[in-house]
């Protein structure tokens, strides 16, 4: 997904619900849309509050018997100016409070769920606090900044007894469930190989200057467990993806949507090799992910997952097929574009196209009603894991410039201490995950 808008036009509960009536009639209006009873309240609290944060806080605030409760941000403006965008939707008696600590809500008892939609650094810290609160956690992608806080957070929804949730949508789209019924089925026989794509048209970051901390900016919160840095001009809101210290590059960003659909298809888990290619080659700039990077998974079975991402350059519009992810099998292929797919045959034909239904509203729902019935998580924390772990591990091997071997069973690198150095960070002093 691109840079989602701060100034998106706040929308009503009504309207947000007539915009994806398609997508809950696709999942035969479950239970979980219907009005609860009173005593099923869900109080959520929001942490960051830019276009992501935004988004969610409009879709949980869209369900019925659901109420935000918080706003936070270490940038008050936005904490403020989300708190204001909920409290003028129809149905809403009072906006939530707005707040620059996060940790304030956490002693709330009354708050049941946090939703985690900060820079990546702090995705992992934030759910493991949240779940030793006694709160269950929608985190954004990706679940966490390196792959031992995937595992904290394993251990902690375990510890806890806590629903984790990452916002991984696709897993809830009616299309994709869909076409990936089908490949379980059999459509194409044998699935082996699915390929992954994203592109992009960013622009140069440019080289930052040191400046002043903005005044309404909680920087050293915003750092968190990283350590600590003198504040730049290019670094927030949005390029702290491209930081090491903060975000995992666009492979993280990005590519986790399809690598999870890729995992998924094939049935796959850990990958037991990974070799990644690329670097920074559009600009000369501060950017230290990669722009353009090619990665390869395989995993059990004979079978390959890759990933191409191109973060300054679409491809041609003369494309003869562009698509998210397309699956290889004995029988044919299956392309997903969106939330729809098409299956060909083995010469490339197209057999036929099924349109499918998106929206972020059926994913929180699913969340609400795991706390609230006991259904399954569609993308729960263990599964979560893994898809992120893959792009850990390509990062790894893109720093490294060399391939890594895993163990299928946990994903740890094999025969590898300098690689394995990078299983974990360095933390600021005093702020190390605890599970």
């Known amino acids: 997904m691109t840079r989602a808008s701060e100034s998106s036009t706040v929308s009503s509960r009504r309207q947000i619900l007539r915009a994806t009536t398609s997508a809950v009639a696709a999942l035969a209006a479950p239970s979980w849309l219907r009005a609860e009873s009173p ?151 044998r699935p082996y190989l699915a390929q992954a794509f994203y592109a992009a048209n960013r622009p140069s970051i440019g080289r930052g200057k040191e400046v002043a901390v903005l005044p309404r900016l909680n920087w050293d919160l915003w750092q968190g467990p990283a350590p600590r840095k003198p504040f730049r001009d290019n670094f927030v809101h949005y390029n702290w993806h491209w930081f090491w210290d903060w975000g995992n590059g666009e492979l993280g960003n990005n590519g986790v949507h399809a690598l999870d659909v890729c995992r998924w298809g094939l049935g796959a888990g850990y990958p037991i090799r990974v070799d990644s290619a690329g670097g920074r080659y559009r600009y000369d700039d501060d950017q230290e992910t990669p722009d353009t990077q090619v990665v390869s998974f395989t995993v059990d079975g004979g079978r390959t997952i890759t990933w191409q991402g191109l973060s300054c350059n679409l491809p041609p519009e003369t494309a003869s097929l562009r698509a998210d992810v397309i699956f290889y099998g004995e029988k044919g292929s299956l392309a997903i574009l969106g939330s729809s797919y098409t299956v060909f045959d083995e010469a490339g034909k197209e057999l036929r196209t099924q349109r499918g239904d998106g929206g972020e509203i059926i994913h929180t729902g699913n969340l609400l009603a795991a706390i609230r019935e006991g259904v399954s998580l569609a993308s729960d924390i263990e599964e979560a894991h893994i898809s992120t772990l893959m792009c850990h591990l390509g990062n790894i091997s893109q720093r490294l410039h060399r391939s890594l071997h895993c163990d299928p069973t946990n994903g740890h690198i094999v025969d590898d201490a300098e690689a394995m150095k990078l299983w974990k960070r360095q933390y600021e002093p005093g702020w190390e995950p605890r599970v």
């Not at 409760?69 to 965008?85: K, S």
Request: proline share 3%; with cysteine.
């Open 39 to 189: 005593n099923s309240r869900i109080r959520v609290a929001i942490m960051g509050t830019g276009g992501r944060g935004m988004a969610l806080a409009l879709r949980f605030a869209a369900h019925s018997n659901t109420e935000v409760a918080y706003t936070a941000d270490v940038d008050l403006d936005r904490a403020g100016r989300a708190a204001e965008a909920i409290g003028k939707l129809e149905g809403v008696s009072r906006p939530p409070v707005a707040i620059g600590d996060f940790r304030r809500f956490l002693d709330d008892d009354t708050v049941d769920v946090v939703v985690v939609a900060t820079s990546n650094h702090w995705h992992a810290p934030a759910s493991i606090q949240a779940c030793a609160a006694g709160k269950h956690v929608y985190v954004e992608k990706p679940c966490s900044h390196n792959p031992w806080e995937g595992e904290m957070m394993v251990a902690a929804a375990g510890k806890h007894n806590r629903r984790v949730q990452m916002g991984n949508q696709r897993r809830s789209w009616s299309g994709i469930r869909q076409a990936i019924d089908e490949l379980h089925g059999g459509v194409i026989g």
